[in-house]
Structure formats: structure tokens, C-alpha cells
């Protein structure tokens, strides 16, 4: 039965879709860290190999990812709720304590990802109060036995298997 369009609802109704948990880093020219928790992360296609994912033009780092080259995504694995919670707020040293390297981009990696994808940023999309950013995979890295955190209306879930 469809409902009388209201954002709390359509919100809710969005939240009825499971998906993973990514952490996307970049890098700005001065050399500062950047990463923020989304769940927006999808596959594309396979030849050429891209992915995207989606940021709300009110982030603080908006202007960064939109001038970035590069960006990396971190696929957070079972367990790694608190990962994403650091990387969801605003405020603060997100980087504080946290195990990074580099790979070919200089975005961070978190080595500690169910999986890893690092890409060059080749298509911007307006998507409303968001901007969709599609990455071509460079290099990239998984665990093929690990679990994925997973998010669903609202909180972190496990698999069953
Ligand atoms: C599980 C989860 C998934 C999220 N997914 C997205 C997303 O796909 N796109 C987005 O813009 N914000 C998403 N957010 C909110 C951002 O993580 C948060 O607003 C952002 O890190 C703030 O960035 P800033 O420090 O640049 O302001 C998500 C938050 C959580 C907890």
C-alpha cells in the first residue's frame, strides 16, 4: 500500500535495503587524511572495472572528495561497527589511533578491511542533495573468507551462515 511521500518515511522505506559498510579515504594536496563511513557503495561494471558510491553535498569534506583524483574504498568487516562509527562523525581526529598504509594513491587504506578498492575518480553525477562519484578499481585486495558488517534500518547486523 504506498504511503504519503514524508522523508521520515521514505527514509525509513530506504532502510529496509541491507547493505555493507565502507569507509572512503582520500587525500588532499596538503597531505591531510580524509574518510567517511557510506553505505551508498555499489558495483558498476565488471570491463571497465568500476564502482560508486554517494556523499551529501553538507559533508565538511564535500569540496575535497569533489576535487579528488583519487579515492579508496574500505569494505568494514564483521565487528567493525566502532570503525564506522568514528568515520559517520564530523568532529575530531577520525585517524586518532587507527592502523593505515599506502598503497599506489596515497589514500589511506585500513589494512584491517574485509576488502579494498583503490580507484581514480572518473564520473561526477548530480544526485540531488548528494553527488555520485564512479571510480575506475585500480588496484584492489579482499578477504575471501571474512563477513561483512552489515547495516540495516538503521543498525549493524551479522550474517548467518
Ligand atoms: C552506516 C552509515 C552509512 C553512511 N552512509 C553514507 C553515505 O553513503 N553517504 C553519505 O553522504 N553519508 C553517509 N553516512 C554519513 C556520513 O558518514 C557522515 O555524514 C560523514 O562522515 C560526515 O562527513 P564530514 O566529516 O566530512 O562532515 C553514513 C553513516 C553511517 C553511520
Redesign the pocket.
Known sequence: MPQSFNSRSFRSALGTFATG?TVITTITPAGEMIG?????FNSVSLDPPLVL????RN???FDIYLNARYFAVNVLREGQDEL??R??K?AGDKWHGIDYEFWDTGCPILPSALAIFECRRVFTYDGGD?AIFVGEVMKFDHDPKGKPLV?WRGGYHRTVS
Open positions: 559498510v567517511n563511513t557510506a553505505s551508498s558510491w554517494s556523499l551529501a559533508a565538511l569534506s564506522s562509527a568515520f559517520s564530523s548528494h547495516f
